[in-house]
């Protein structure tokens, strides 16, 4: 199947065209793109989207800083979306992404989609701002690049449910992407990318906002783009909007990064693996 509406080396001339937009974006790093993928391919993977929650590999995140389901490795994934994520993880497209974003150690895919597959936030749904755990568990790769593929057709304004990047001090949100059916986003992870899906979803009960999530590690990563600390964070860092956000969400931080400060990395790799409901 074909995945593209453009050939492999037009896709990789149009990764160093963009290369500078995407560098210089800002609050950091980041582009998005319409229509990028075949949209009867595309259309083929959201057919085969999972009723996550009722296989008991799924995840349901229920907490003050997100109410989301999620699939968790690639168990879950139908034919169609077999291939079309064994493409997004093969040369040409890992070549892509090397030529747009600059960066300059080898990209490595992630065959255990940890973190990622597919996501779905509901009616009420949402995912606090945030910046992504640094290291995967499993290989001990350095997480640099996020993508995400909306699967949301005919998606309108009024149901919410914008991407938002905001600024490095979380003084303002300063680019809002809104989750429509074939558009792929894309950003750097570092520990001033703040992003997230932070007001509850607004969207007719009948309906929800899909998403296919991938992430691409390095071995090792600039010191700059990790502010304090080590680089060695596991776990997912959530924050408050000023005067946007509960007490209690403040307050379940704080609790975790307690426990993360005090509490060897063998504890949080085990304390994560029962995030699952």
Known sequence: MNFLKISIPDLLELGKQKNAEYATAAPFPNIYFDDFFEENALKSVLSEFPEIGKDKSDIQYENPNEL????????????????????????????????????????????????????????????????????????NLDRRLNILIYLNEDWKAEYGGN?????????????????????LALFSTTDYSWH???????????????SLALYYYTNGR???????????????????????DSFRMQFFNMLVNVAVDLCPPVIIKTLKRFRNK
Not at 197 to 203: A, E, G, N, R, S
Request: charged share 30%; proline share 7%; net charge positive.
């Open 222 to 244: 600039p010191k700059e783009e990790v502010e304090s600390g080590d680089g060695q964070k596991i776990v997912t860092t959530f924050t408050a909007r000023k005067g946007q």
């Open 163 to 183: 991407f938002e990047l905001w600024e490095r001090d979380m003084s303002k949100c300063v680019k809002k992407i809104l989750p429509v059916f074939n558009r």
């Open 196 to 210: 997230g899906h932070p007001d509850p979803l607004t969207c007719p009960p009948d309906r929800s906002r899909r």
């Open 68 to 139: 989301k389901l999620a699939t968790k490795g690639e168990y879950r994934f139908g034919d169609n979306t077999k291939a079309f994520v064994h493409f997004l993880n093969s040369q040409p497209f890992l070549e892509f992404l090397q030529h747009l974003t600059g960066i300059k150690e080898t990209l490595i895919a992630d065959p255990y989609f940890e973190g990622g597959g597919f996501h779905e936030i509901k009616p009420g749904g949402y995912l606090k701002m945030h910046v992504d755990f640094h290291k995967h568990k499993l290989t």
